[in-house]
């Protein structure tokens, strides 16, 4: 019988000869069988029960199949990410999520780019990786669709309805995203706030800043609008993304 430690040196050596393939198969731009050899160094590693070795080499897969198959790519990248995550290698994980949702928007599909861009940032912060990690990841979230944002943001928030910091935080997304869509600022945002306040009774701050934002919006006073702006962050910090739209609200 074949030892655990001979199975593993076994499966080490397989993937170590097919890695050496993979790369000449890249300086060949061979992406289809770069892509093959991959998934078999993927299926060493989980005879061996490395995860950690199975998720880097679905990964690669992926990032070949990005060049002939974005459907294929999805696929893998998403193994990767589920792997990842078992083994506790969120960053990992997170940086797959942000991959398949940038890929999902060059697809037009934006309700999934949202969701995985959005699940990349949770995973970030799950790791306690920089806020600018976070940032980035959400800063890319395709918000000229904005109906799309705000149903996402709005069903995340349902979603979250134990989890009140999270809630609060989604709602005040999709609020921002009213801002840049509604034409009729005022109404468009008091009809929603209303809502987002029934939902979450803690939301009363939020529920301010975006009302003043919107009388401000409907009235054209690009002063009052910095100001509310201003107030809201004295007392609750602004990450880039939220920046970033209220800054388009403004200039608009």
């Known amino acids: 019988m074949v030892s655990f430690s001979s199975r593993y040196q076994i499966a080490k050596d397989a993937a170590e000869l097919y890695g050496k393939a993979a790369a000449c198969y890249k300086v060949s731009e061979s992406w289809d069988k770069r892509a093959a050899v991959y998934l078999k160094i993927a299926g060493c590693y989980l ?59 060059s697809e037009q599909d934006f309700e999934k780019s949202i969701v995985y861009l959005e699940r990349a940032a949770d995973l970030f912060q799950r790791e306690e990786n920089s806020s600018t990690s976070v940032n980035l990841c959400k800063q890319k979230i ?48 008091s009809n929603a706030v209303e809502r ?31 100001n509310v702006v201003k107030q809201f962050r004295r007392i609750t910090e602004l990450d880039a993304w939220r920046s970033t739209l209220l800054l388009r609200v403004r200039k608009s």
């Open 47 to 105: 005879k061996d029960a490395s995860k950690y070795g199975a998720a880097s080499a679905y990964e690669n897969a992926a990032y070949s199949y990005i060049k002939i198959s974005t459907t294929d790519a999805l696929s893998y990248f998403d193994q990767a990410v589920n792997q990842f995550v078992e083994i506790g290698k969120f960053t990992r994980a997170a940086c797959c999520c942000e991959r398949i949702g940038m890929l999902y928007e």
């Open 142 to 189: 395709n918000c000229s669709v904005y109906p799309r944002a705000i149903e996402i943001y709005e069903g995340l928030a349902k979603q979250s309805l134990h989890l009140k910091y999270d809630m609060k935080g989604y709602l005040l997304n999709a609020g921002l995203c009213q801002l840049c869509e509604a034409d009729a600022v005022a109404v468009a945002i």
């Open 196 to 226: 987002y306040e029934e939902l979450d009774m803690t939301f009363s701050h939020e529920y301010k800043f975006l009302a003043d934002l919107a009388a401000s919006v409907d009235k054209v006073d690009v002063q009052r609008f910095t």
